[in-house]
């Protein structure tokens, strides 16, 4: 589809059993709506490298010294760090992309969205690239995280191509502001 000399790449819809909020979420949000259980089950995952390592010294001493021991311990703290992060990262990109149970996630999407338009606000932040690069953004991290175990790519750019019709947001922002100027008549 062409539109402004804007070439706009529709994503492919996957077939889901929970309604799609976004199929390319900023990194901020992604982390905005991760739920308190996906923190505690990250913080686990964090947590299981560094005391496995410390177990297994424990059970079957390496006998390097105090010199050998610590470095382990920060590599397999960092490991996993970053396999906590992972772990958070898919499970509330998997609610975005209706891949999972989402219904606090659209409750919680939709009012904002809904402020934003009641507040004249850009819906997904405003950005300083052009068209075409807010377009290459989103083509290129659109689903990233389906594949982010082998490149860790997220979406850091606001654009405007996430896959929804954004006119559901419009409609409900008109229907709450004439209910409002209703009720204060």
């Known amino acids: 589809m062409v ?47 560094p005391i496995s390592f410390w ?18 311990m920060r590599l397999a703290t960092a490991l996993g760090l970053v396999g906590g992060l992972h772990i958070l990262y898919q499970r509330s990109c998997n609610r975005f992309y209706g891949f999972t149970e989402n219904s606090r996630e659209v409750e919680i999407d939709n009012r904002e969205m ?30 990233s995280e389906m594949f982010i175990h082998v490149i860790p790519w997220v979406n850091a750019v606001n654009h405007d191509q996430h896959g929804i019709d954004t006119a559901k947001y419009y409609q409900q922002a008109e229907r709450e502001l004439e209910a409002e100027k209703a009720g204060s008549n």
């Open 3 to 49: 539109s402004d000399n804007k070439t706009i790449v529709p994503p492919k819809r996957a077939n889901t059993d929970y309604p799609l909020i976004d199929s390319d979420p900023h990194v901020k949000r992604v982390f905005g709506y991760a739920r308190p259980s996906d923190y505690a089950i990250a913080g686990g995952m964090a947590a299981a490298s």
């Open 114 to 143: 809904v402020d934003k338009v009641k507040r004249g606000e850009p819906l997904y932040g405003a950005s300083k690239l052009s068209s075409y690069l807010q377009g290459v953004a989103a083509r290129n991290s659109r689903y």
């Open 55 to 72: 177990m297994m010294e424990r059970v079957s001493p390496s006998h390097v010294g105090k010199g050998g021991f610590a470095p382990v």
